[in-house]
């Protein structure tokens, strides 16, 4: 059975740097990625204050508005709380080789429906990739969406949306 890829751009985050051409990685023991012509790192992570931080910059970026930071700081903790806890979401932090941090992605799989497409039975939506002002290149997402892309082969995912 082929490995489906389906690609659902939306506006914001990272959907315009989504890979358009493509890029040498290896994959070490630990699973990180490793961007070869940009020596970009990827690792997977469940540093749920460091997550929760990233995504209140990535919404800052996005627009929204600072009287609902608390709120949304407290969803987006119990969010990855729950989900990084029960293994259906998987996230990464990207890094360069100072240790800097460039962005974020994270991965959720899922059961659906057994189909000709999907006769194992799981999906993955890859979700909030962001890159950082300042380390904004189609190489920094490109190597987030690539590690997420591999995990959810990894996982067992029929099919895998970017969303």
């Known amino acids: 059975m082929p490995y489906n890829m389906v690609f659902q ?8 740097l989504l ?6 990685y290896s994959i070490t023991n630990e699973r990180d990625v490793i961007m070869k012509e940009t020596n970009i790192k990827i690792k997977r992570t469940w540093d749920i204050e460091r997550l929760t931080a990233l995504r209140m ?13 608390i709120k949304f700081t407290r969803m987006t ?9 029960d293994g ?3 996230s990464c932090i990207a890094t360069d080789d100072d240790g ?8 959720r799989i899922h059961d659906s429906l057994p189909t000709a497409a999907t006769d194992r ?8 990739i962001y890159v950082r002002p300042g380390y904004n290149t189609p190489a920094s997402a490109e190597s987030i ?9 990894s996982h067992g995912a029929d099919k895998v949306s970017a969303v």
Do not use: V
Not at 9 to 16: L, N, Q, R, V
Not at 145 to 153: D, G, K, V
């Open 77 to 85: 903790n119990q969010y990855y709380k729950r989900y990084l806890a």
């Open 9 to 16: 751009h939306k506006t914001g985050f990272a959907s315009e």
């Open 145 to 153: 969406f690539q590690w997420l892309s591999t995990e959810a082969m």
């Open 57 to 69: 910059e990535a919404l800052e970026h996005a627009g929204i508005s600072s009287e609902n930071t």
């Open 100 to 107: 800097n941090i460039l962005g974020c992605g994270d991965l």
């Open 121 to 128: 039975g799981k999906s993955a939506f890859i979700t909030n």
């Open 88 to 90: 259906s979401l998987i």
């Open 19 to 24: 890979p358009r051409r493509t890029c040498s």
